[in-house]
């Protein structure tokens, strides 16, 4: 029974490795496929024929995004090929060891089989059992010869489960090794397309620096339009946050008269100063919510996108004392792309800029920023569920299609694409 125990065991055993072989290798496909569409769909955004500074740069920021989707993309060929690597040597081992045991155990059952036939007769079977010297002996010797053949019939057994086991891991290992192969063939073409995009970057770098004081211009108008932009939507979160302290204060004091207890007193904040956001019980369960999904969040456009420009200062690379600084992310969509909500929350505020539309949807102590839309989905104070629509994204004199996200804890100002999944 034991022995028969252990094989059904092992059998559950090598079936459990071979999905776990299996679901990992289809987990890195999907992952990469993924990203595949994304970078397949983002080269559907064309860039601008025109040939001015503004439509350069445009042209610049979306060959540096789709550069960085490429590279991320081979990072990630590279990280599966190591995992698959180490999923090779694994298998491989496993083998060995397989191997080796299907062949100690052919090895006995060989010498158990030479014994039988050296043995093989009934008479001498039978003459085995009966020159016993009393009946407990027999008993004990008929007991025996039938053992040894269950034993041997165990052991043909185990030796065609053992064989099975061997054939279905070098199966595993070849299929593993396969696509592994594959994964070398789609780097290396990624690496040919990431070169080809290389070369037209550099080509319009080529053009840029000959138009230096333009586009030092271009820059710093970008830059005084972000100042205002931003400036105004620190002055709407500010007043959202003195809305969340009365309705927290609104609350506490209900629960108070409620307990028979004295609500605590207002404190007074210095001028100039801003309180710290104080949560009601359904802000801090949607706090709470939204916090757990930090880097899974869906992107807030639809469709094929590129982020053109990144959260925080930084140096365009290529062009002399060209400095950008984004308080949040710029992406770039096709045309009619629309702006979606990243989490459940309600419609705070919505103001025009410059003739656009403009969204900020709360959640809990969290505030994500939509702007640069032509038109609106959405009132103030509607709530709103992840992945509704927001609005359509505006189209520019170029044709670009540019959504501008921020995304704000209170007043600190967050790096959105750490809270994004890709």
């Given at each position: 029974m034991r022995s028969i125990f252990?094989?059904?065991t092992m059998f559950f055993i090598c079936l459990s490795l071979q999905a776990q072989t299996s679901q990992k290798i289809k987990d890195l496909e999907s992952q990469r496929s993924e990203l595949q569409q994304?970078?397949?769909e983002s080269e559907s955004l064309l860039s601008s024929t025109k040939k001015d500074v503004k439509s350069q740069l445009?042209?610049?920021?979306?060959?540096?995004?789709q550069i960085a989707e490429r590279k991320r993309y081979i990072e990630t060929i590279e990280r599966d090929m190591k995992t698959l690597d180490a999923e090779i040597n694994a298998l491989q081992r496993q083998l060995d060891a397989l191997q080796r045991e299907l062949s100690d155990k052919k090895d006995k059952y060989k010498l158990s089989v030479q014994y039988l036939y050296r043995n093989k007769s009934i008479q001498e079977k039978l003459m085995f059992i009966f020159s016993a010297d009393n009946l407990s002996q027999i008993y004990r010797r008929m007991r025996y010869v039938r053992e040894y053949a269950n034993?041997?019939?165990?052991?043909?057994?185990?030796?065609?489960?053992?064989?099975?086991?061997?054939n279905t891991k070098k199966s595993q290992v070849e299929d593993t090794r396969a696509v592994k192969e594959d994964l070398l063939k789609e780097s290396e073409a990624a690496r040919q397309k990431l070169e080809k995009q290389e070369k037209e970057r550099q080509t319009i770098l080529t053009r840029l620096k000959k138009k230096q004081s333009s586009?030092?211009?271009?820059?710093?108008k970008k830059k005084r339009s972000a100042q205002k932009l931003n400036a105004?939507?620190?002055?709407?979160?500010?007043?959202?946050?003195?809305?969340?302290?009365?309705?927290?204060?609104e609350e506490a004091r209900k629960k108070a008269a409620k307990e028979g207890k004295t609500a605590p007193k207002k404190k007074d904040g210095k001028k100039g100063t801003v309180e710290k956001f104080n949560m009601n019980n359904e802000d801090r369960q949607l706090s709470g919510s939204f916090e757990k999904n930090k880097g899974i969040l869906p992107m807030p456009i639809t469709g094929p996108y590129v982020i053109v420009s990144r959260y925080g200062q930084y140096a365009v690379d290529g062009l002399r004392n060209v400095k950008l600084d984004n308080k949040g992310i710029d992406i770039k969509g096709q045309a009619g792309a629309k702006a979606r909500a990243i989490f459940d929350g309600e419609v705070s505020t919505i103001f025009k800029y410059n003739g656009m539309n403009n969204v900020l949807v709360r959640h809990g102590n969290y505030i994500s920023v939509y702007c640069n839309l032509s038109s609106v989905s959405v009132k103030k104070g509607a709530k709103v569920s992840?992945?509704?629509?927001?609005?359509?994204?505006?189209?520019?004199?170029?044709?670009?299609v540019v959504l501008h996200f921020q995304l704000r804890k209170e007043t600190a100002k967050l790096n959105p694409e750490h809270w994004l999944g890709r």
């Open positions: 252990f094989i059904v994304q970078i397949a445009d042209n610049l920021a979306l060959l540096t995004g034993y041997q019939r165990l052991q043909g057994m185990e030796i065609e489960r053992k064989q099975k086991q061997v586009i030092q211009s271009e820059i710093n105004q939507i620190d002055r709407l979160i500010e007043q959202e946050l003195e809305k969340a302290r009365k309705r927290a204060e992840t992945k509704d629509v927001i609005g359509t994204i505006a189209k520019d004199a170029s044709g670009n």
